[in-house]
T-cell receptor, first 112, second 114 residues
Framework: AQSVTQLGSHVSVSEGALVLLRCNYS??????LFWYVQYPNQGLQLLLK??????LVKGINGFEAEFKKSETSFHLTKPSAHMSDAAEYFC??????????FGTGTRLQVFP | DTAVSQTPKYLVTQMGNDKSIKCEQN?????MYWYKQDSKKFLKIMFS???????INETVPNRFSPKSPDKAHLNLHINSLELGDSAVYFC?????????????FGQGTRLTVV
């Protein structure tokens, strides 16, 4: 069975500071992992995905994530936060049956 | 052009009513999904269809019935609505089935049952 744990339901950073959103996964098969962002009252938008190619994955809006098998992690980072990054972020793993299993989400707040 | 569009965006209805949510994608994808997001923002899959054929049917009450008239459309009909059905329902599509294929989401339909 597959599952995802997102540590920290809320993360607050100052504008210009490093963003680190944590995601740990559990999977009985080699995982495919995704990060999605949800802005208020909107749908989910794909930020980046890991599909067993490069372990460091670059996404949109300056975000990147590194797949670490030894730590079963896929943390999302951005070197310098912008006010427009404030949103809900979801980590997801793709299960055997082709469905996405989501974490509980992390709300990112960015202060000026 | 909106890739995955849902209507309506907001739906307020009384307990016991029957309602439908429509979804259309213009991406040429073969696979479509319905996800439910509860009040705590938790997202869970309900159904998936591949080329009009039901692939995934999670443990969803029989009151929920998806219908896919063609591969570009996946509608969700809900009978005898209950308070607990209040949630945001997201339609999504992906190019094909397969674990590495990402899903594209619609804007969501916020259903409130009163």
């Amino acid at each position: 069975a597959q599952s995802v744990t997102q540590l920290g339901s809320h993360v607050s950073v100052s504008e210009g500071a490093l963003v680190l959103l944590r995601c740990n996964y559990s999977s009985s098969v080699p995982p495919y992992l995704f990060w999605y962002v949800q802005y208020p009252n909107q749908g989910l938008q794909l930020l980046l995905k890991y599909t067993s190619a490069a372990t460091l994955v670059k996404g949109i809006n300056g975000f990147e994530a590194e797949f670490k098998k030894s730590e079963t992690s896929f943390h999302l980072t951005k070197p310098s936060a912008h006010m427009s990054d404030a949103a809900e972020y979801f980590c997801a793993v793709s299960a055997n049956t082709d469905k996405l299993i989501f974490g509980t989400g992390t709300r990112l707040q960015v202060f000026p | 052009d909106t890739a995955v569009s849902q209507t309506p965006k907001y739906l307020v209805t009384q307990m016991g009513n029957d309602k439908s949510i429509k979804c259309e994608q213009n991406l040429g994808h073969d696979t479509m999904y319905w996800y439910k997001q509860d009040s705590k923002k938790f997202l869970k899959i309900m159904f998936s269809y591949n080329n009009k054929e039901l692939i995934i049917n999670e443990t969803v009450p029989n009151r929920f019935s998806p219908k896919s008239p063609d591969k570009a459309h996946l509608n969700l009909h809900i009978n005898s609505l209950e308070l607990g059905d209040s949630a945001v329902y997201f339609c999504a599509s992906s190019l094909r089935t397969g674990r590495r294929t990402e899903a594209f989401f619609g804007q969501g339909t916020r259903l409130t049952v009163v």
